[in-house]
T-cell receptor
């Protein structure tokens, strides 16, 4: 079974800093990888989707990279803002179905004003 | 833009009761997924449907069943509720399998 791990589990940074969140997965046979943010008690907001054939995706201040062979993805957040405070989850579906997601353990980010 | 709609948003039930959760996907999305997120846990995949047929099955208890209807909305039926079923239940939809999944706001189920 795919295992997805995110490091660090929690991160606290001052406003304006650039930061990197890490995601690793044990089975490199993935269809794609998706990053989400989740506010406390709320739903999941899709941030970025990287197809298995891609190396990176960018959306505004967010940049996600994927190294499928080594089982790693990073989410880079530039010029962090207090509104970025949330839990960030990465998720991967297995290559054979692409349907069900295996979610990472999440990184809880706090951006201090 | 239209998003995934889930109803109800909150539900309180007693043990051994039955609950039905509804999910309305984004228009023109034909694939629906159900996830369960316990307190402090990451979401766990339950079941998915594509074009009204079950496409994948995860850790869904036998007490739960689900279906997708002709208008692509989906319902998750949960019977003989247990205290451990208390969780946030998410529905997600995509335009076909293997594509980006968009999540609804979730239904918070509390079993007393």
């Amino acid at each position: 079974k795919q295992e997805v791990t995110q490091i660090p589990a929690a991160l606290s940074v001052p406003e304006g800093e650039n930061l990197v969140l890490n995601c690793s997965f044990t089975d490199s046979a993935i269809y794609n990888l998706q990053w989400f943010r989740q506010d406390p008690g709320k739903g999941l907001t899709s941030l970025l989707l990287i197809q298995s054939s891609q190396r990176e995706q960018t959306s505004g201040r967010l940049n996600a990279s994927l190294d499928k062979s080594s089982g790693r993805s990073t989410l880079y957040i530039a010029a962090s803002q207090p509104g970025d405070s949330a839990t960030y989850l990465c998720a991967v579906p297995p290559e054979n179905t692409g349907n069900q997601f295996y979610f990472g353990t999440g990184t809880s980010l706090t951006v201090i004003p | 833009a239209a998003g995934v709609i889930q109803s109800p948003r909150h539900l309180i039930k007693e043990k051994r009761e039955t609950a039905t959760l509804k999910c309305y996907p984004i228009p023109r999305h034909d694939t629906v997924y159900w996830y369960q997120q316990g307190p402090g846990q990451d979401p766990q995949f339950l079941i998915s449907f594509y074009e009204k047929m079950q496409s994948d099955k995860g850790s869904i208890p036998d007490r739960f069943s689900a279906q997708q209807f002709s208008d692509y909305h989906s319902e998750l039926n949960m019977s003989s509720l247990e205290l451990g079923d208390s969780a946030l239940y998410f529905c997600a939809s995509s335009a076909g399998p293997n594509n980006e999944q968009f999540f609804g706001p979730g239904t918070r189920l509390t079993v007393l």
